[in-house]
């Protein structure tokens, strides 16, 4: 058996034991194919963790770059208290529209605020706004502005908070230091600046499964 297949059938296996049945979860899923959105969302397993972190987190206000058809939206947006917050920025319009229809179908269309247009922009912006630290941000947009979210992630949080960045293995092309890529490099500068930056603490975490080889960074904003 390749290893693909393999990581495919414990995935598989994983999902099936610690994920129910998810009516709103599997309709996102299938709006996105429908729409042809680019499938990269989350395994089940992968957003439930994401949704495990916030409830250790006890998160009240999350900020998520990069919505997609809203997938780890749901399971964020599910983590939080009645009055709870998130954010979520998406740079293309016709993506935030198949992300709103899935949050509505979800019940989360009073906790969720979809911003639209391009993260960068979007992010000083919310920043005039002068929200609440944002207790937990998830990162998941274009790679090579990694970096520059997780500069702006700091300035939105505060001692205690925690960001995560997803995808930071690219397929392992990540120790490639003369990679000339867009994505590796700024994975890469965004991996060094956790672990140089004082208020920093964090690691990274390789994963296999039915979304390859890849892995995501942990960083909690110290004082």
Do not use: C
Not at 1 to 21: C, I, K, N, P, Q
Not at 32 to 54: N, R
Not at 172 to 183: K, L, M, P, Y
Request: net charge negative; no cysteine.
């Amino acid at each position: 058996m390749s290893d693909s297949r393999l990581w495919d059938d414990v995935d598989a296996y994983f999902t099936g034991h610690l994920t129910a049945e998810d009516g709103p979860l599997e309709a996102a899923l299938r709006e996105s194919d429908a729409a042809g959105l680019p499938p990269v969302a989350v395994t089940p397993t992968q957003g439930k963790f994401l949704h495990l972190l916030a409830q250790v987190q006890g998160a009240r206000t999350i900020l998520e770059i990069g919505t997609l058809a809203g997938y780890s939206t749901i399971w964020l947006a599910r983590a939080l208290p009645a009055d709870g917050r998130l954010v979520t920025l998406e740079y293309s319009a016709r993506h935030a529209e198949v992300a709103l229809r899935n949050i509505a179908r979800a019940g989360l269309e009073s906790v969720v605020d979809v911003r639209v247009g391009p993260a960068l922009e979007s992010l000083p912006k919310l920043a005039d706004d002068n929200p609440p630290p944002f207790d937990l941000v998830f990162i998941d947009a274009d790679k090579g502005n990694n970096p520059h979210y997780l500069e702006w992630a700091l300035r939105l949080t505060s001692t205690g908070s925690l960001i995560v960045i997803d995808n930071v293995v690219r397929g392992g092309r990540v120790a490639d230091a003369g990679s000339d890529a867009e994505d590796v490099r700024g994975t890469r500068a965004a991996i060094e600046m956790i672990g140089s930056h004082p208020r920093l603490s964090g690691t990274a975490v390789q994963t296999v499964g039915s979304k390859g080889y890849d892995g995501f960074a942990l960083a909690r904003v110290l004082a």
